[in-house]
């Protein structure tokens, strides 16, 4: 199995039309209106925000949703089924990302949840809160925790990966010399903004000669690539369902198990204690201890699935397929004129499918606008939930971002570098204007789904629907 540690280069790649994708997801071929009254499929070019789900995940929630009952206390027969589903999913999901044998996986709503969670969960020291060091370059999930519950140090990433991880060194090292050296080192293991990473063996180095642990948001990493808790070293790692091609509301955090049986209980509440007195509380350890309240438990059975199914996919066809989209999305959109690549760490071991971008003369929210009404392409605009790194950057009126997954057709990569070239050269067809803080196409004729929203959709979706529905690619 090719590791993060051993990634290859990213290949230089000319067209990708033919690449078809890795493994099937649901709403692939949506329809999607265009202002000139066309319909085109869905592009979804935004699988960094939330990924479509895996066909195999909504066959298995499917499957589970008969079994569905309440779990843990109930003595029923299917209470007995839906608590062996929770337990038998936290177990694979926890195996997906090489859980050691003591470590825990605590089954939570999200990358933010998992990583909140565990800020209560650092050890203060001498009777003030722990410290946590931490890079400037990360999602605010990773960096709002710490600076709200433990003793947090944001440092400036530098311009280089090796330029960083020797500030990393030096920081931690420091910290060590002063007597209060830091207890966690809270990085990111794939950038939400430029896909990059850092090498995850000398973090880990740098922060175990430190005495400090590590925990990896895996948020934009785990779906992408094979991580091992075990085989890095890494203490703790967090990552989203909906991320990982499971949208039904849960995430884990899984790691070592010490600082989770003594934390603060993330959630007071039913599940979570032994007993309960008017005076004192007995807290359950182990995941009782952080997951009070009725679970999620088909949250946890979809995870599962996206578990099993990534890890049963080929790690190098996977890998090899978004490598060329990701590749041909950087050739492509830095041959226009005027169009510049936000790059981090040139000298970063691997790349995930993320790629963010401006278009000079346009803003960022008005390329998103353009490439959805004229081109049924579904991208992100914005800061990303990453300002201070935006900032540093020099993108402080954002930028537009396209990531790609394993669902990903080479034909939506190559249908957005041609909008961004025709954008360039022709200008936009429809007109834009910024209503309440959103840039929006002038009187919109695109149909706007009624009701519960689906009523129009499934009208004129797939085959017998909508005769106006043409899939045609423009
Ligand atoms: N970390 C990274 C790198 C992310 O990209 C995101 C979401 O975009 C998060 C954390 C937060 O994830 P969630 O919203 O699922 O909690």
Redesign the pocket.
């Known amino acids: 199995m090719t590791t993060i540690a051993e990634s290859p280069a990213c290949p230089s790649v000319d067209r990708v039309d033919a690449l078809t994708p890795v493994l099937p997801v649901l709403g692939h071929d949506t329809p999607a209106p265009l202002v000139d009254g066309r319909r085109v499929p869905y592009a979804n070019l935004d699988v960094?925000?939330s990924a479509p789900a895996l066909q195999a995940v909504g066959d298995r929630v499917t499957a589970a949703l008969p079994l569905y009952a309440s779990v843990h206390r109930g003595a029923g027969y299917l209470s007995q089924v839906s608590t062996t589903l929770y337990e038998s999913a936290r177990a694979t999901i926890g195996e997906f990302v090489g859980a050691r044998p003591d470590d825990l996986t605590l089954l939570v709503r999200?990358?933010?949840?998992a990583l909140n969670l565990l800020a209560g969960c650092v050890p203060a020291a001498d009777g003030t809160p722990g410290r946590v060091l931490v890079l400037d370059v990360e999602?605010h999930?990773?960096l709002l925790p710490w600076q709200r519950a433990t003793d947090a140090t944001v440092l400036t990433g530098r311009g280089t990966v090796a330029a960083t991880l020797e500030a990393v060194r030096a920081e931690l090292a420091a910290g060590a010399a002063a007597g209060r050296g830091y207890a966690l080192l809270a990085v990111?293991g794939a950038s939400?903004v430029t896909g990059e990473t850092l090498p995850v063996a000398d973090v880990v180095a740098a922060a175990h000669g430190a005495g400090a642990r590590v925990v990896l948001?895996g948020?934009?990493l785990v779906p992408h690539r094979r991580f091992s808790l075990a085989q890095t070293g890494v203490d703790y790692v967090a990552f989203?369902g909906?991320?990982a091609y499971a949208p039904f509301g849960a995430?884990a955090l899984v790691g070592r198990r010490d600082w989770l049986d003594a934390g603060t209980p993330y959630l007071a509440g039913g599940g979570a204690v032994r007993s309960v007195r008017v005076d004192g509380t007995d807290w359950h350890d182990g995941p009782a201890r952080h997951e009070a309240g009725s679970p999620n438990v088909l949250g946890a059975v979809a995870l599962a699935a996206a578990c099993e199914t990534l890890a049963a996919v080929d790690t190098v066809a996977l890998r090899e397929h978004e490598d060329a989209l990701r590749a041909r999305l950087v050739d492509g959109l830095e041959a226009i004129d005027g169009v510049e690549v936000v790059r981090l760490w040139p000298d970063a071991p691997d790349t995930v499918g993320v790629v963010t971008f401006t278009v000079s003369g346009y803003e960022p929210g008005q390329v998103a606008a353009y490439l959805s009404a004229e081109h049924g392409i579904g991208v992100r605009d914005g800061r990303f939930?990453a300002h201070p790194l935006l900032t540093r950057l020099g993108y402080r009126a954002g930028a537009v971002r396209a990531s790609v997954g394993a669902g990903t057709a080479g034909e939506e990569v190559e249908r957005l570098v041609a909008a961004v070239a025709a954008l360039v050269a022709d200008g936009p067809r429809a007109d834009y204007a910024v209503v309440d803080g959103l840039w929006v196409v002038v009187d919109d004729p695109r149909p706007v789904p009624e009701g519960s929203g689906l009523d129009g959709l499934l009208a004129t979706a797939g085959p017998g629907g909508d005769e106006a529905f043409a899939c045609v690619p423009d």
Do not use: E, R, V
């Open positions: 960094a925000a999200n990358t933010t949840d999602h999930a990773n990111t939400n948001d948020a934009q989203s909906h991320k995430g939930c």
